[in-house]
């Protein structure tokens, strides 16, 4: 068995336009991970995000893993071992958090294992992401001071002009320190430097005695290209984003036609 890894982002790759895992396709993934492969949910969501998805597909009995905050945290499914776990730096949240606040409508939140911290007050970005991820907000009065765990990921709901301009000012200032991108127009990602999902998935593959030859990795947006260009087999969702196509060896059917199905069934078979 040449491919014994399988690694899949969720949205627009896994699930389809109504956010669903279509029956054939969760059958099939069951199946491969009885058989011997491992499967890895890779996503940009906190692990609360992510879990639902995993226990559909029984990643818990079968040896799976979720690779959540763009690859800043593993876990191991079948005994939440945390096995890595990048945070950012403790001292830059503050200077963050103040120069955020000084623009207009946004919020800054990070995560908990159970809930949304919010550090200026929910705005509609912040309730999209809430409802993504099934998680409840909190706000608090002192974002930073509230910060006393490992902090993986921050995140900068607000207008996408408001978040054009303000995207540059902080990777000027915090070049080499922070990776700071946007996810969506609406969703500026702060997170720590030299972290995406290729970087976390060789950790993973190492501690596992295997390598990206033996790695399939399936992906639609901007922030799959780095995990598409380093698996064995590269594949692109047919409704991917024309750079995700341009930088895979496989372009498979969408999302909406079971994409996923396509490649077990041509490749891991």
């Known amino acids: 068995m040449k491919y014994q890894v399988l690694t899949l982002d969720l949205d627009g790759t896994l699930t389809n336009s109504k956010k669903e895992i279509t029956p054939p396709t969760r059958k099939a993934l069951i199946h491969i991970q009885k058989t011997g492969r491992i499967l890895i949910l890779a996503s940009g969501r906190p692990i609360n995000g992510v879990a639902p998805l995993a226990r559909k597909l029984e990643l818990e009995k079968n040896g799976g893993y979720i690779r959540s ?4 945290r593993i876990t191991k499914c079948s005994t939440g071992e945390v096995i890595y776990n990048r945070a950012l730096p403790h001292d830059v949240i503050r200077p963050v958090f103040e120069e955020v606040r000084t623009c207009p409508g946004v919020d800054i939140i990070t995560y908990t294992d159970s809930e949304i911290i919010s550090g200026i007050g929910p705005n509609r970005y912040t309730m999209i992401e809430a409802g993504i991820n099934k998680m409840a907000v909190r706000t608090v009065s002192d974002f930073p001071a509230a910060l006393t765990f490992p902090i993986n990921k921050m995140l900068v709901p607000g207008d996408p002009e408001i ?3 303000l995207m540059p000012r902080l990777q000027d200032q915090y070049h080499g320190l922070l990776n700071i991108y946007r996810s969506e127009p609406h969703f500026l990602e702060i997170m720590p430097r030299n972290i995406d999902k290729a970087y976390s998935l060789h950790r993973l593959l190492s501690s596992l005695g295997l390598s990206a030859e033996q790695m399939i990795c ?5 922030n799959d290209v780095s995990m598409i260009e380093y698996a064995g087999l590269g ?11 341009e930088s895979a060896d496989f372009i498979t059917r969408s999302n909406d036609d079971d994409g996923i199905l396509h490649v077990i069934d041509l490749f891991l078979r």
Not at 69 to 72: D, H, P, R, V
Not at 235 to 245: D, I, L, P, S
């Open 163 to 165: 978040l054009e301009e």
């Open 218 to 222: 399936c992906g639609d947006g901007y």
């Open 235 to 245: 594949v692109a969702m047919a409704n991917a984003q024309t750079v995700v196509k």
């Open 69 to 72: 905050f763009n690859g800043a």
